[in-house]
């Protein structure tokens, strides 16, 4: 196999759910880790972060920022990265919003980050229309709540679980416990 195949598999690999699941929300905005970026690239986070501080004037705040230790913990707990000491960062990892990841493109030339980019913009555009239809149908659903003002509790619940469905709990409010010897689970 040649290296241009090797290198339109390893784009091909890089699917719409594939970016969905690296995609994050961190101070209200969806970002994307830079070893995240960095493992789609095909390059090294140090490599990757090295391109962005040799072209500071392209990644002003609000493209680029880096995480505090708080909002780092709790990236951690979420997806599992290692610990200080563990073969971990570190340091704080930066984080990029879609702006940034736009600019990535810029400082990384490159097929692939060209076509990993391009695959990266469109995740983000499907999420944004996501969002707006479910923005829509809760509207529509707050109207059809308040124009039967005498709705009956049916009615009630089937609006809730349309909601929950729509914005599911977080993955982190998962409840946790034992089970005693000797209980059996139903």
Same mark, same amino acid.
């Given at each position: ?21 690296? +995609? ?54 979420? +997806? ?39 695959? +990266? ?25 308040? $124009? ?13 679980? +349309? ?20 209980? $059996?689970? $139903?």
């Amino acid at each position: 196999m040649t290296a241009k195949n090797n290198r339109s598999e390893e784009t091909a690999l890089v699917t719409f759910d594939v970016i969905e699941r690296k +995609i994050y929300i961190v101070r209200n905005q969806k970002v994307m880790l830079d070893s995240d970026l960095a493992a789609l690239y095909g390059v090294t986070t140090f490599n990757l972060n090295k391109a962005v501080k040799r072209n500071p004037k392209r990644f002003p705040e609000d493209f680029m920022f880096q995480l505090a230790a708080d909002e780092y913990d709790s990236l951690k707990f979420q +997806i599992g990265i290692s610990n200080k000491g563990r073969g971990g960062r570190r340091t704080m990892p930066y984080v990029f919003t879609e702006q940034g990841v736009a600019m990535l493109s810029s400082v990384l030339n490159s097929e692939r980050a060209v076509q990993v980019n391009i695959g +990266i913009m469109r995740t983000f555009v499907s999420m944004r229309k996501m969002l707006s239809t479910n923005e829509e149908v809760d509207k529509r659903l707050t109207e059809l709540e308040n $124009k039967s003002g005498e709705t009956d509790e049916n009615f009630k619940k089937v609006f809730a679980a +349309i909601r929950l469905l729509m914005n599911p709990p977080n993955k982190s409010d998962k409840e946790i416990g034992f089970i005693q010897k000797g209980k $059996k689970i $139903k």
